[in-house]
């Protein structure tokens, strides 16, 4: 590979392991808080250690209040057992996804006064995120501990499981009824010690499957209640194993039964909920091809000579590739980023028998010999998405280390020498993971090849009407149901350009928004000649005297530069007259990232009214004189 | 022992407990050392091990209640 001259292809051992302590201290000096976090990443992955964790949670706790380059988040840990061991490792991971975490926790075991009384600690707190974490055999001696005890008596082991779904039940429906924000259940693990030894297994009321029956019970109970989400403790104890995942000294000793080097990875699991819940989920997966997608370099070894196939190595690249076409079919939108020639490339992807993913799962590629980093922000700036929201992956820690300089926003993977631990390597923090796939997320593929498709034709357009009249839009406009809600919570939670207010709504608020006679609630769906993009816009309105205020205007980046949002305005300006109303208002709340959406309101005749200090501008429309008229090429239906 | 382990165990407790390394010696104790708490006793410990990759009974987390008497359970255990 040729690299700029500037940089050096096999770092000396000191250049590859630089105090990084250091670097993320004299970064926050001086408001570098993306190069921070880089380096901070990286500590996290080379040394999870609780020296680390200490070290970044201080870091984190003498920032200035105003330090904004990080999300304040408040997480409240109620708990069966002795949890403040984690703090520092979810401070010091909350700190490498962009989140200032303040953590509140009551003294374990008081899961019942917290959550019940609407006057407790929990609420006062008033959470962002709410962590109910259990252990089994502290919430269910009868089926842990004393379970040869309680075995013998007949239907005591069947009213244990009945008396736990009424428990829980009525705690989260307590929760939800003082509270609208997101709560994380653990689900229950195994029993560490089966009581009945190997006989378990011929037991009619097993601990394994009271265990399972407890586990669906929770999945019942849970399912009926908005934006409560169950975090699938019993598994992550089984990936790490019981056997290190708990301490028998910490469990007798200090009531904390998860060992000290098992935190980080609890800390991991939660963030990715955080992420999901916080808009932060990785969207754009840009991966590099020689040693990569397949073993050896195309540019010398040829089609035939790379390692891609059912032996190893090449077994080893099918397997991560076989991850990669999972990640699309979940949504996670899929580019290149190769130095190259593209004949080569191509080559490959129509010859080489055993290439599991096909040219056309990627949204872009850029195959050439520039700079990774120019690649990628092609790529972000092509399909609309945030850096911040791009993963790189590359073997070469040259390349990665070119990619972190340029663009510390994006999160850069190195993949290790041996192909076999590619999977586990991207895999590890749970990147892409959300909370729920939608019809929307299986479909994204095939959206961004439509969306390919369109730009073709908008190039071969004479004019913008044409291209716009050629696409045969449909708008399908309608209120929030229980089918859209989560789609619309996660528009809300995920769509930071064409966004007037960022508002961030989880599935209860909505819900509660829904059933708001003095609310619109609306979702925005885009057919065109291509497909169905489904729902890509949602809009919140409320009538205040004589006018319609919008709290929530916002559109997917898939749809943006189509005319949608005059549509959009267009059915509020009839909703509103037809209210008999005079007035459309609303606000834009600049961030980093709403560029696209700020001349929204100027653009369709809007006056501006106020400004203040942090920029927010209001602006009005009389209804009278000029509403907005949905463009002529729109159909609609629904 | 050797002082490069006790200066070790000095920086480990001075990050977790937030006060000066300089200020660490063989007096300082729960008793007289605020921040020093149960909590942050068990986040020595549990860092002691990581630092030295060794193991502590529990007899001995009750015993390392100082500065001195963390050097002494260390240096008798490396």
Known sequence: ?638 | MSKNVEQTIRELMSIILNIDAARIDESTSMDNTPGWDSVNQINIILALEEEFSISFEVSEFEMMVSFFDIVEVVGAKI
């Open chain 1, 1 to 638: 590979m040729t690299e700029p001259s500037n940089m050096s292809v096999a770092p000396s051992k000191e250049a590859d392991k630089p105090d990084r302590r250091a670097v993320v201290r004299s970064s926050l000096e001086c408001g570098a808080v993306q190069a921070a976090i880089q380096a901070a990443r990286l500590i996290l992955q080379e040394q999870p250690s609780l020296m680390n964790f200490r070290f970044l949670r201080q870091l984190v706790d003498g920032l200035k209040p105003d330090e904004n380059d990080l999300k304040p988040y408040k997480v409240a840990l109620v708990s069966t057992f002795s949890i403040e061991f984690i703090h520092d490792s979810l401070i010091a991971f909350g700190f490498i996804n962009g989140l200032r975490i303040d953590i509140y926790q009551p003294g374990f075991g008081l899961i019942n006064q917290e959550m019940l009384d609407p006057k407790s600690g929990l609420y006062a707190f008033a959470p962002d995120v709410t962590i109910l974490a259990i252990e089994g055999e502290d919430w269910l001696p009868e089926i842990y501990t004393d379970f040869m005890d309680a075995e013998t008596s007949d239907g005591r082991l069947g009213m244990v499981v009945a008396r736990f779904r009424r428990q829980i039940d009525s705690l989260v429906r307590a929760f939800r009824s003082t509270s609208t924000t997101p709560l994380l259940v653990h689900n229950l693990a195994l029993p560490r010690v089966r009581r009945a030894g190997m006989a378990d297994l011929r037991l009619p009321n097993s601990q394994a499957k009271l265990v399972a029956d407890l586990n669906r019970v929770l999945g019942e109970v849970l399912a009926e209640i908005v934006g409560v989400h169950i975090v699938d403790y019993a598994a992550l104890v089984n990936h790490f194993g019981a056997q290190h995942w708990y301490d028998a000294r910490m469990r007798l000793y200090a009531k904390a039964p998860i060992a000290n080097g098992m935190l980080g990875n609890l800390s991991q699991e939660y963030m990715k909920y955080f992420r999901a819940l916080e808009g932060l989920t990785k969207k754009c997966l840009v991966v590099d091809l020689d040693n990569t997608l397949w073993g050896g370099v195309v540019g010398e070894d040829g089609v035939d000579g790379i390692q891609l196939g059912p032996n190893y190595p090449g077994s080893a690249f099918v397997e991560f590739q076989r991850l990669i076409l999972d990640l699309y079919r979940r949504g996670v939108i899929l580019a290149v980023a190769s130095k190259n020639n593209p004949a080569d490339v191509d080559a490959v992807f129509l010859n080489h028998p055993f290439m599991m993913i096909r040219k056309e799962h990627f949204a872009e590629m850029e195959i050439h010999w520039n700079p990774k980093s120019d690649s990628l922000k092609r790529i972000a700036k092509r399909l609309n998405i945030g850096l911040d929201h791009m993963v790189f992956v590359d073997d070469n820690p040259a390349e990665c280390e070119q990619v972190r300089r340029e663009l510390p926003m994006v999160t850069v993977i190195h993949l290790p020498g041996q192909p076999e631990l590619y999977v586990e390597t991207l895999c590890a923090e749970g990147l892409f993971d959300t909370l729920a796939l939608s019809d929307e997320d299986r479909r994204r593929g095939q959206l961004y090849q439509q969306r390919a498709q369109a730009e073709t034709m908008l190039s071969a357009s004479s004019n913008i009407e044409d291209y716009y009249r050629d696409l045969a839009m449909t708008l399908s406009i309608a209120p929030i149901d229980q089918a859209s809600l989560a789609r619309a919570a996660q528009l809300t939670q995920k769509t930071n350009q064409f966004n007037l207010t960022t508002i961030r709504y989880s599935e209860a608020e909505l819900a509660g928004r829904m059933a708001d006679p003095g609310w619109l609630a609306i979702t925005v769906g885009v057919r065109d000649r291509f497909g169905d993009n489904g729902i890509v816009g949602v809009m919140m309105a409320r009538a205040a005297e004589d006018r319609l205020d919008i709290d929530t205007f916002l559109l997917s980046c898939r749809v943006i530069g189509r005319t949608v949002e005059s549509a959009m305005l267009a059915f509020l300006c009839d909703a509103a007259q037809e209210r008999g109303l005079n007035k459309l208002c609303g606000r834009v709340v600049p961030t980093g990232k709403n560029v696209p959406v700020r001349d929204l309101f100027a653009k369709h005749g809007f006056s501006k009214q106020s400004e203040d200090e942090s920029g927010t501008t209001s602006w009005e429309l009389d209804l009278a004189c000029s509403p907005v008229r949905r463009p002529s090429w729109f159909r609609t239906s629904g």
